[in-house]
C-alpha cells in the first residue's frame, strides 16, 4: 500500500512553466518580474498595503522584529507552543522572549495569559496562527494598542485563514508568512513579511538587501542582511497564488472528510474545532489523545501508524522543554498536556478520501488500544 506523507506540495499550475521562464531569460537570481509579481499578489492575498519577500519565514521573523526596532533589553512575548523560529527571531535581535500558556480550543496563545505577562519592558507580541487556526487577536491587538506594544502576527501556518472576516496577517502591525514546502502556499523555500505602515515597508526593504541606501548604491548605513527571494522562488509563488483558492479548498474538503470519519470516536478529540468567529485554513488538521493519554502512548500511536504506512507528527514539543529556553512546565499547564496528547495528521492537497478513510481507520484502532 502506497506510503501517506504528512505534507507535500500541490504544484499542478503554472510552477514548470514560469520556472523555465527564469532559465530561458536567465532572471534566476533576485531580480525579475516575479519578485514584483509575487509581492504584489501577495499584498492583495492578505489585504495589505506591502509585501517584503524573503528567502524563507524565519529571516521574515527577523527584518520583522529589527524593522520594529525590537533588541537588546526588550521583552517579546510569544507563544510556547509554536515552532522554534518564533522563539529563535527573538534571540537574535537579543531581546528577551517571554513565553504565554496555550488556549485549550485554539492551541494559540492565551490572551489571558498575554495581558498577565506584560510589563513596561514589553516591545512586541507574536501571536502564531498555529496550524492554520488563527488566533483571537482582539484582545491581543486591543491591549498592545493601549501601550504602545507592537504587533507581529507569525501567519506561516495561516495563509488564507480568517478572523472575523479579515486576513490573518492584516490583523496586527506587521506580519510573516513563510513559504516552505509543506506550508499552504509554497516556494519551496520562502518567505514575506506583510504591513500597511508605509515607513516599516522602506526599513524592511532598506535591511533585506544589505542595508544598501535606496538614493544612493553601493552605501551602506546600516548593517543590513541578504534576505533576497530568487526570481524562480518567486515564479513558485506566483503560480501557487494563481490558484491559491483551489489550494485552500482542497485543504477544507480533507479537513471535512476527517471531521466524518473520526465523528463518534471516543478515544480522539479533535482540536482545534473551528471557533465561529475563525475560518480556518487546515494548514495541519490535528487531533489530542483522550485526557490523561502520556506521550509515551502518543508516541507508540504514531509508531503503530507509522508501520501502517501513515506519516503523522507530535504536536510541536513547547518551547519551556527545550534546553535553550527552558522554564517550569507547571507554569504552562495547557500546553504541556495539548503536546503530549497531539497528533498532526497527514494534511495537503493530494489526499483523497480513500486516503483519509485509512488514517481515521488506522488512527481509531490503535487509539482504542489505548483504552
Ligand atoms: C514554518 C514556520 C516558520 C519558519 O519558516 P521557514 O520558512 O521554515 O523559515 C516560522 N514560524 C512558524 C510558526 C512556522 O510554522
Avoid at 489550494?247 to 479533535?270: F, I, K, P
Wanted: proline share 6%; net charge negative; glycine share 8%.
Amino acid at each position: 500500500m502506497k506510503r501517506i506523507p504528512v505534507a507535500a506540495p500541490v504544484l499542478t499550475g503554472n510552477e514548470k512553466a514560469y520556472v523555465m521562464e527564469c532559465l530561458d531569460t536567465t532572471w534566476i537570481s533576485s531580480a525579475g518580474r516575479f519578485i514584483t509579481e509575487f509581492e504584489q499578489g501577495f499584498a492583495r492575498f492578505t489585504g495589505t498595503r506591502h509585501a517584503v519577500a524573503t528567502n524563507n519565514g524565519t529571516t521574515a521573523l527577523h527584518l520583522a522584529l529589527v524593522a520594529l526596532g525590537v533588541g537588546p533589553g526588550d521583552e517579546v512575548i510569544v507563544p510556547t507552543l509554536t515552532y522554534v523560529a518564533s522563539t529563535n527571531a527573538i534571540r537574535y535581535v537579543g531581546a528577551t522572549p517571554v513565553l504565554v500558556d496555550a488556549d485549550p480550543r485554539t492551541l494559540n496563545l492565551s490572551p489571558e495569559d498575554v495581558l498577565a505577562k506584560i510589563t513596561p519592558r514589553t516591545k512586541a507580541v507574536i501571536p502564531v496562527h498555529l496550524y492554520g487556526h488563527p488566533c483571537d487577536m482582539d484582545p491581543i491587538v486591543e491591549a498592545c494598542r493601549a501601550r504602545g506594544i507592537s504587533v507581529l502576527e507569525d501567519a506561516a501556518e495561516s495563509h488564507g485563514a480568517l478572523y472575523k472576516g479579515r486576513p490573518t496577517g492584516s490583523l496586527g502591525d506587521v506580519a510573516t508568512f513563510s513559504f516552505f514546502g509543506n506550508k499552504i502556499v509554497t516556494t519551496g523555500e520562502g518567505g514575506m513579511v506583510v504591513t500597511d505602515d508605509d515607513a516599516l515597508e522602506k526599513v524592511l526593504r532598506l535591511y533585506r538587501g544589505q542595508g544598501m541606501d535606496p538614493e544612493r548604491r553601493y552605501w551602506f548605513p546600516v548593517v543590513g542582511f541578504n534576505y533576497r527571494m530568487t526570481n524562480i522562488a518567486a515564479a513558485i509563488g506566483c503560480a501557487q497564488l494563481e490558484h491559491v483558492d483551489e489550494l485552500l479548498a482542497a485543504r477544507r474538503q480533507v479537513a471535512r472528510w476527517y471531521a466524518e470519519h473520526l465523528a463518534g470516536s471516543e478515544d480522539l478529540v479533535v482540536q482545534p474545532v473551528q471557533e465561529e468567529w475563525a475560518h480556518h485554513a487546515y494548514w495541519i488538521y490535528n487531533v489530542l489523545l483522550a485526557p490523561g493519554a502520556t506521550a509515551g502512548q502518543r508516541d507508540a500511536v504514531m509508531a503503530a501508524m507509522d508501520a501502517d504506512g501513515i506519516e503523522t507528527r507530535p504536536v510541536f514539543y513547547p518551547m519551556h522543554v527545550m534546553p535553550v529556553y527552558t522554564a517550569d512546565s507547571a507554569l504552562f499547564p495547557v500546553a504541556t498536556d495539548l503536546a503530549q496528547r497531539g497528533i498532526n495528521l497527514p494534511t495537503h492537497g493530494l489526499l483523497t478520501e480513500e486516503d483519509v478513510a485509512r488514517v481515521c481507520e488506522r488512527l481509531v484502532h490503535h487509539a482504542k488500544q489505548l483504552s
